[in-house]
């Protein structure tokens, strides 16, 4: 199947059966919402299979910010500058089951989602249960950014004031570490795997690196304790690098370059 669908810019969703493609405008500013002149988002069903089409629906003249898909239904979540409603359409006709008022805040809690989901506010964590939407436990923490771990014990959390990490069950602060700041990934996340949490830090020994400041290079800490592992120096590293983990490698962007180190 190929097919060139209206709208400048697309999210797509794909389950089992069904494959639901969302086209939409750039509704985030005055001056976007006045060049779109109040062009809706369109939402296209597709069989899997066969790429029939299945079902089209046309939404209102806002932006989609999220597209979920479980148990057997697609969560269409819209805005414009605040949150607006998520709309939850039958997978297979497209009708619309239900419209979430003020739902696109959390896309992932919808009929037939399940798991859990961490939440954060300008002063909390939450630990959200996706079946009921209700929350398991609240975490103050001051602008958060969070990862839970590989293996569901933890969550890492960062601030601009530190790095730590948190009990996944009850939200229990196990470490916290306020002389390094986090690496984070590419979407403003802390990153993390199922050993280790990467940071921004000074030398060993030396004081501490605030939030946006070069530092001396990355330090690897233990997921479970925040202990120090090893540290290596890096050119440019600032807390806002990007980086990512994987195979005993970490790769950072800094300054438009891109190195890679491997741990001893």
Request: one cysteine or more; glycine letters at 10%.
């Amino acid at each position: 199947m190929s097919w060139s669908p209206d709208g400048d810019s697309t999210l797509l969703a794909v389950t089992r059966r069904t494959v639901c493609l969302v086209t939409f405008a750039e509704y985030d500013t005055s001056w976007a919402r006045r060049t779109n002149q109040g062009q809706p988002w369109r939402a296209y069903g597709f069989d899997l299979p066969t790429g029939a089409p299945l079902w089209f629906r046309r939404g209102s003249a806002a932006q989609v910010t999220a597209l979920n898909a479980a148990g057997g239904r697609f969560a269409l979540a819209s805005a414009t500058e605040t949150f607006g409603p998520l709309y939850v359409l039958h997978e297979r006709s497209g009708e619309e089951e239900s419209s979430i008022s003020d739902g696109s805040a959390t896309p992932e809690v919808h009929p037939g989602a399940r798991g859990t989901h961490y939440y954060t506010t300008q002063t909390s964590v939450r630990r959200v249960n996706l079946a009921t939407g209700k929350a398991s436990w609240t975490r103050p923490l001051e602008y958060a950014r969070v990862a839970p771990l590989a293996g569901g014990e933890l969550v890492v959390a960062a601030t601009a004031d530190g790095l730590g990490a948190l009990d996944a069950a009850g939200g229990d602060r196990r470490w916290w570490r306020d002389d390094v700041r986090a690496l984070t990934t590419t979407d403003g996340r802390p990153l993390a795997d199922a050993t280790a949490v990467y940071a921004t830090g000074p030398r060993p020994g030396d004081s501490a690196v605030s939030e946006g400041t070069s530092a001396w290079g990355i330090h690897v800490l233990a997921a479970d304790t925040g202990r120090l592992l090893w540290a290596v120096p890096v050119d440019g590293l600032t807390t806002l690098s990007y980086a990512a983990a994987g195979d005993g490698l970490i790769h950072v962007c800094t300054s438009a370059t891109l190195q890679t180190f491997r741990g001893p």
